[in-house]
């Protein structure tokens, strides 16, 4: 099953061949990681999300009115459960996410080599706003156009290019310092 | 300022990496869907534990009681509807006069699909379950299908599915937008018949 295409999977598994399903998570799970742990922060949350996208894909299976784009499919529902995910976090560690970060900070003056200017990368990334992390993501790191990434978010292509933009901003103003030392 | 600078261009070279989910990810995927009943065999637990936002607007009421009174007084409408540029549907659903018994009441689906060669009825009221016996539409000619079967009294959402894959809202009724999954149902109100 592991060369047929995703309709085929999908039909597969709505007639009850359970087994199959993982076939699917084979697929995507290394992918959309990716994207939950950036939009996340965190390996745990990031697992926890995407577990949860493929448990309510499987349950809505039936709901899934193009089984050839099951991965976009997804993808929505994980970039639901991450934003759901995202707000209940920021709701409990909003008041001393900031002293985090500014600890972590401290303890990093000279980051100069490849792996510290990639913890840089990460720790200015969660110091986005969660709706311009989320633009910038799709934009840069999943390669999206602007139209699917309205699709994919409800959101109008001009408030996407805004929220890009002020990622951009945010990002250099975080990083040039690290970028060019 | 230009968005595809160089440093962007680094930073999302960075970010592409692959990030691996640990050793044990797909067997706790894996044993999750285990737990949940296998789709062909759907039925009451999916009705019970299915999330169900029901976002409707204002408008979209006034549309659905509109509707309703339209069926009330004329049986039947019709209407069109596009559908991969290839197949003309055809639908709509009415309540009879009789009510078979309380609380449930018998609402007849219909729905004009020429190209199909299956048609079923889902819905809260039967679990979104395409394979629900009760729900099964008849062929009667013409293209047209139809099932009447026991709905509950209250507000529901529901589709019909043609050829077990493809999901068609009814273009008589109001929709209402499932916030999970961003897809479009359609909207009924039964109630008790006098």
Not at chain 1, 47 to 58: K, N, P, S
């Amino acid at each position: 099953m592991e060369g047929s295409s995703d309709a085929v999977i999908v039909a597969r598994v709505l007639r009850g061949d359970v087994e199959v399903f993982r076939v699917l998570v084979e697929r995507y799970r290394d992918r959309y990681a990716r994207y939950a742990f950036h939009m996340l922060g965190n390996r745990e949350d990031a697992e926890e999300a995407l577990q949860d996208a493929f448990t309510r894909a499987y349950r809505s299976l039936a709901r899934c009115e193009d089984p050839e784009r099951f991965g976009a499919w997804l993808f929505r529902i994980l970039l639901n459960r991450c934003r759901t995910m995202g707000a209940r976090r920021g709701r409990r560690a909003r008041t001393f996410v900031v002293d985090e970060v500014a600890l972590l900070e401290a303890a990093e003056e000279h980051p100069a080599e490849q792996a510290a200017w990639r913890e840089e990368i990460d720790r200015a990334l969660q110091r986005l706003r969660a709706d311009q992390r989320e633009a910038f993501l799709l934009k840069y790191v999943e390669d999206l156009g602007y139209d699917e990434m309205s699709l994919l978010t409800g959101v109008g292509v001009s408030a996407l290019k805004m929220r890009v933009m002020r990622a951009c901003e945010r990002l250099r103003e975080l990083l040039s310092e690290v970028h060019n030392a | 300022m230009r968005e595809d600078d160089s440093m962007m261009r680094e930073i999302a070279k960075e970010l592409r990496g692959a990030v691996p989910v640990s050793a044990s990810f797909d067997a706790r995927v894996m044993a999750n869907v285990r737990r949940l009943p296998r789709h062909s065999r759907f039925g009451l637990w999916s009705r019970l534990t299915t999330p169900r936002t029901v976002t409707v607007t204002p408008l979209s009421w006034g549309l659905l009681a509109a509707s309703l009174v339209l069926f009330a007084s004329l049986g039947a409408v019709h209407a069109t509807v596009d559908l991969n540029r290839t197949s003309k549907l055809f639908t709509n659903a009415f309540f009879p006069t009789t009510a078979a018994s309380k609380p449930d009441q018998r609402v007849q689906f219909v729905l004009v699909a020429p190209d199909a060669k299956k048609v079923s009825v889902v819905g809260d009221f039967n679990g979104w379950d395409a394979s629900h016996v009760s729900f099964q539409a008849q062929h009667r000619g013409g293209g047209v299908w139809s099932v009447t079967a026991p709905v509950p009294i209250g507000h529901h959402r529901y589709s019909f599915v043609v050829d077990d894959s493809l999901w068609v809202v009814d273009p008589t009724a109001p929709r209402v937008v499932d916030n999970d999954y961003g897809m479009a149902n359609s909207a009924i109100v039964v109630e008790e018949q006098k």
